[in-house]
């Protein structure tokens, strides 16, 4: 009895995230690959290694494991047709998985820049490859299959912290959660670690981090692997929220040696929306981690380089070209930069809320926290968008979302869609001319109090989470005195320059030509998104101000 053959559908996530090639679609890649024989065995490639080939599948079958220290974690097996590899490719950094073969046969080797060559020229095998290695990542991320392992506490600021950088950066990682996992300890015992040196990570099995900071983390895990820190860049972009992502996208398409540095991971402010509804292209929304996910991986295909948990400290400015000084001493040359540094939420002054930030104060709702505030109440306070969607994101899992808003009402500082959601969900309940006062509690946060400014009146609730969305200010310390700034810290370009202002004789335009609309008063240093003044707090405007940029640098480029 035979059956008729079960045909793929592209609809379907298995077989997008393992999709079989075509003979024509082999065919193609043929002349830029090498064939070769491989064993029952034999590793194509190990975790903690970088530059590894693609590896497509002629005969052999490969399966791909996650090595623990207790053995391994099955992920997949890949038959004839099929082809290796996941995101960490694309990205230049270290391989979290181990490839074995096992059953012998031919494959065809993709060495490294030939794999970007075909990404580059092949629209149909572009988009297949890297969707393929996207959704591969998501999945590893679903199912915990990380080469690191976080040991901590579920309410720890520290904890939280190192989850969110994970997160954030698309890291798929093992969180043990001391207060359930009784055998967590004995490891810890073992380990002879201290309760006080927690968190714990294990990278790649082998290193053992105390409370490392971001900046260690990413270095045991390889995240900025391989940036040739000497070279002279047509262009650096400092910040990686959507507007940066968008100069980085545009700028290494059309040729540009790019590099971008992040404090955090990308997306920046953006990043920690829950969903974004009025960006054009999504009707259904989009959470600003995937668009920055989805950005980043754009612009690593066009050849920008990316890297993260570094601070640019420093602006050196007196000469050409520039020199950026980042936090661990080092230094960066561009013969441009792009500013996208945006704006912080301000800390608000209330009693008790340094003692809790991370651990009961977050200044973001993403999923990890959204998981935190199931079945609780919870305090939103802002009256922008971001608070907007942070409240109405909450209010699917959290019990109660009190929205505080310091303001009389919502219409000149908030999308109307956000307010008719707000107003029509019974689990948020809103109160403007509201200020939060005090945050209580022993080890963690127990307790917010508010106020009404008419009334007075004054009303206290056991909370554990609250959430800071409101007012904004520029991150521009780092500019020192090379540019000029308005009165609130933010960056002015072109038109609003005081291009004839004598007080300020060492930053007054120094060519013979205006400056361009979103040059600052430094030639080829460019600002865009929320850190320039004046601009739009939309992600959609952030992201054409990034893209003009480059059009911008390409100029100033060409005078030099």
Known sequence: MSSAPILQSPLVAETQTFPVLTTAQIDRLRPLAEQRTVNCGDILYRPGEVGVSLYILLSAHVEVVQPDMSGERYFAT??????????????????????????????????????????ARDGELAELFLRAFMLRRLSLIRKQLGNVALIGFRHSADSMRLREFLGRNGHPYTF????????????????????????????????????????????????NQGIDQS??????????????????VYGASEGLDVLVVET?????????????????????????QELAANAKVQALKFGARMAVAHSVT???????????????????????VVIATGARYNKPAVAGIDRFAGNGVHYGATYLEAQLCEDEDVVVVGGGNSAGQAAVFLAQTARKVYMLVR?????????????????????IELHCNTELTELAGSTHLEEARWREKVTQTTSCFHIHHVFIMAGASPNTAWLGDCVALDEKGFVLTGPDLPL????????????????QRLESSLPGIFVVGDVRAGSIKRVASAVGEGANAVSLVHRFLAEC
């Open 407 to 427: 303001g009389p009402d919502m219409a000149s500082t908030m999308s109307r869609y956000l307010i008719q959601r707000i107003l029509n969900n019974p689990a």
């Open 264 to 288: 955090h991971a990308p997306g920046g402010q953006a990043g920690t929306s829950s969903r974004i509804e009025n960006y054009l292209g999504f009707p259904m929304g989009i959470s600003g």
């Open 231 to 248: 070279l002279l860049r047509d262009l650096i972009v400092v910040g990686a929220g959507p507007a940066g992502l968008a100069a980085a």
């Open 314 to 336: 420093e602006l050196r400015c007196r000469r050409t070209p520039y020199e950026l000084v980042l936090d661990d001493g080092s230094l960066l040359f561009a013969r441009s």
């Open 500 to 515: 004839a202002d004598a007080s300020n004789a060492d930053r007054r335009w120094p060519l013979s030509r205006p400056p």
């Open 176 to 223: 043990v959660d001391l207060d359930t996992d009784s055998s967590a300890q004995d490891l810890l015992d073992r380990l002879y670690i201290r309760i006080e040196e927690v968190p714990i990570v294990i990278c790649n099995g082998e290193t053992v981090l105390r409370n490392p900071s971001t900046m260690e983390m990413a270095k045991c895990l390889g995240l």
């Open 78 to 119: 890949f038959q004839p047709g099929m082809f290796t590899g996941e995101s960490a490719m694309i990205a230049g950094q270290k391989m979290i998985v181990l490839a074995r073969v096992t059953t012998a046969g031919e494959v065809l080797e993709i060495r490294p820049d030939a794999l970007r060559t075909i990404v």
